[in-house]
């Protein structure tokens, strides 16, 4: 699967290069976005603004990557959702706040997010 992929300081951008997350591409992509060389140490935003549909595997495959983020102590949020999928990962996850519209409210969201972690850190 191709990707474009901006990295930032502390965030890596992906943004799938395709228009249909289905069943046969949910597992690569999971494994792909999972192995990238930049996302290690780094706050993820997934930009699907070029993903058209999904199947219930690629959402499943979304809020995978989206909590194995969380997971390992990082933040990510999803923008570029058309409504369509926007409304399906809400069904599928209720947890899954992260969902913004736009790249700067994105890139807020996880910077935020970020400076809470470092707050907390330095309070214990």
Known sequence: MEFKIDTKEKILIVQPQITQLDANLSAGFTREVSELPGLDGR???????LVEKADAEG????LTVYHQQ????????????NSTLTNELKIADES???????????????????????LLQDEE
């Open 43 to 49: 706050n993820l935003i997934l930009d699907m603004a």
């Open 59 to 62: 959402i499943k495959a979304i």
């Open 70 to 81: 969380y997971d390992s102590g990082l933040s990510c949020a999803v923008t570029g959702l």
């Open 96 to 118: 899954a706040y992260n969902l913004v519209p736009t790249m700067s409210e994105a890139i807020d969201m996880v910077m935020m997010e970020d400076l809470e972690r470092e």
